[in-house]
């Protein structure tokens, strides 16, 4: 019989497993490669409707019991800054980014895997090697950049990659509507600098200047503390049955 090709993925579904965020729970994924020439036009669709990138795999949750898990999205034209958010735009003042292709480094992988064991010991990632980590930057089919930031001194004049003290990385997906975060890291010595908070601003400022409405930040999970965080970016929308939605919290503190 002959087989035919065929351009649509095919999904899979990954086996129960302890969610990593709510105890008691278990999570299930269901999963597709992306590969070929059609992976950013797929990339574009499948983040709309909920999934994210790990490497050339693009996954979402498939739950049985739980739909804590909601895909969340800053309307980045509308975003204003709260008075904090400028207090740490102001404090990481002496900071640039710069957008670079996929390529990892060496003082990348240092930089995190300090972060890994200061903030994730005990995670899933802790025991990455600078393969594992050079896949994670490298293994795209899809517009992938990093964003290097870097502290400039008074007597250090920035003019590009390696140029200042690496001191967080984000890795980006660029989209037709918007920016995707993937992964992001920093010195954990610097913890008073918000520089998770800093990089999701600066996110937020590139969307704006590339004329792009979204800053994607993945899955908000309603219970758990640690993804708090992300209900600071307003105005936002949320994927839920009806599509995207805009949320409007008055309890977050601005």
């Known amino acids: 019989m002959t087989q035919h090709p065929t351009q649509s993925p095919q999904f ?32 574009d669709l499948l983040t709309q409707g909920g999934f994210r990138r790990s490497q050339n795999i693009a996954y ?39 957008m670079h292709n996929a390529e990892p480094s060496t003082e990348q ?21 600078v393969l594992d980590y050079a896949m994670m930057v490298e293994d795209t089919h899809v517009d992938t950049k990093v964003i290097e930031y ?16 690496l ?3 984000a890795l980006t997906d660029k989209m037709a509507d918007g920016l995707s975060m993937v992964y992001s890291y920093f010195n ?14 600066d996110h937020i400022a590139r969307a704006r200047a590339m004329g792009l409405p979204h800053v994607y930040l993945g899955y908000w999970v309603n219970g758990s503390r640690k993804m708090n965080y992300k209900m600071r ?22």
């Open 12 to 43: 899979f579904l990954t086996a129960p497993s302890p969610c990593p965020y709510l105890d008691g729970q278990f999570e299930r994924k269901v999963f597709t490669h992306l590969v070929g020439d059609k992976a950013s036009e797929m990339n």
């Open 60 to 98: 979402r949750p498939a739950c049985e019991t739980c739909r804590a898990c909601v895909s969340v999205r800053i309307l980045a034209q509308e975003f204003t800054a709260s008075r904090n958010m400028k207090r740490v735009l102001q404090h990481n003042s002496d900071l640039v980014g710069a």
């Open 109 to 129: 992988y240092s930089l995190f895997r300090s972060y890994l064991d200061a903030r994730h010991r005990r995670g899933g990632m802790s025991d990455m090697t």
């Open 150 to 165: 870097r502290r400039r001194g008074p007597d250090t004049f920035i003019t590009g990659k390696g140029q200042g003290e």
């Open 167 to 169: 001191i967080a990385v």
């Open 188 to 201: 954990p010595e610097f913890e008073e600098r918000s520089l998770g908070t800093f990089m999701i601003l």
């Open 233 to 254: 970016f307003m105005p936002q929308e949320h994927l839920g049955p009806k599509g995207w939605e805009r949320y409007t919290n008055e309890a977050v503190s601005r």
